[in-house]
């Protein structure tokens, strides 16, 4: 495979789609043309993140042990330089379709964009990444929760209501339960380098407990949804695939062996918003 497919990390990728495809869904008339820059906005973030990660990572040092799949940096696939390029070609790619929907929009949408963009490089870059004291799952709910999806929303209506918002917490709980188990394979090389993710401050049990109550709430939140549509209940086509992952992390699987565990709820989450989007479309 193209070593930039893989330094774009695209199992991730679903955690992009999800909230544009849901945000979108829910609009009552939609401008295709904003749901098409919404999609590439989140999108180019998201692997703009994946190579910042990979650059951070690799120049600190922190991927030279890892367990999970390559990294361009520290596997010698690509030079620092051309990781942190690539990451800023990403960057620029999002906010220049950014740019435009604000310039159709709002201009609020530039100052949401910008902060999107710091906290997607503060994640592991600068001196003081906030992804190695953590608060990555915190930031990957609000903005690739919270901030996608309403905002996906929003740039088809120009309006924020309730619903928007308890339909944008499955997306944002099945995106941190993603990079929970990503940390959660990587906890003990983490703890050896000093990166204290939030797997490792929790502990393994704690951080296991976390990922399950995460499923859950998701799962919940998604049937609640039938008081905005009664369609929503279709979400629950999505529990033998919950409670198969569940079962897995509660036998305590771990190493490499999280890793199919990591797509199958990237692939969860897609799932769910497809079902979700089916149900909400006008």
């Known amino acids: 495979m193209n070593k930039w497919l893989i330094g774009a990390r695209i199992k991730t990728l679903p955690a992009a789609i999800s909230p544009v495809l849901i945000g979108t869904s829910y609009a009552e008339q939609i401008t295709w043309i904003n749901a098409a820059l919404a999609l590439i906005v989140a999108l180019f973030l998201q692997i703009a993140v994946n190579y910042a990660n990979d650059y951070s990572d690799g120049i600190k040092g922190t991927d030279q042990n890892r367990i999970g799949p390559i990294r361009l940096v520290a596997s010698g696939?690509?030079?620092?330089?051309?990781?942190r390029n690539a990451a800023y070609i990403s960057f620029l790619i999002a906010a220049i379709a950014g740019s435009i929907l604000s310039f159709n929009i709002s201009m609020w949408l530039f100052i949401i964009g910008g902060i999107s963009i710091l906290a997607a490089w503060a994640y592991t870059g600068g001196k003081k990444p906030y992804g190695y004291i953590g608060f990555g799952e915190?930031?990957?709910f609000v903005f690739f929760g919270l901030v996608a999806t309403i905002g996906s929303y929003y740039i088809q209506?120009?309006?924020?209501?309730?619903?928007i918002f308890l339909l944008s917490i499955p997306v944002g709980c099945l995106s941190c339960a993603v990079l929970v188990i990503n940390n959660l394979r990587d906890l003990s090389n983490d703890k050896l380098v000093g990166k204290r993710t939030l797997a490792v401050l929790l502990g393994d049990k704690k951080t296991r407990n976390f990922y399950i109550v995460l499923l859950v709430i998701s799962q919940l939140v998604s049937i609640s949804a039938a008081v905005i549509d009664i369609k929503m209940l279709f979400t629950l086509i999505c529990i033998p695939m919950a409670v198969n992952v569940i079962k897995k992390i509660a036998t305590g699987v771990e190493g490499i062996e999280l890793i199919p565990i990591l797509g199958k709820t990237a692939r969860l989450q897609l799932l769910l918003a497809v079902i979700t989007a089916a149900a909400l479309f006008n």
């Open 77 to 83: 696939l690509a030079s620092a330089v051309a990781v």
């Open 138 to 140: 915190l930031s990957v």
């Open 157 to 163: 209506s120009e309006e924020l209501n309730w619903q």
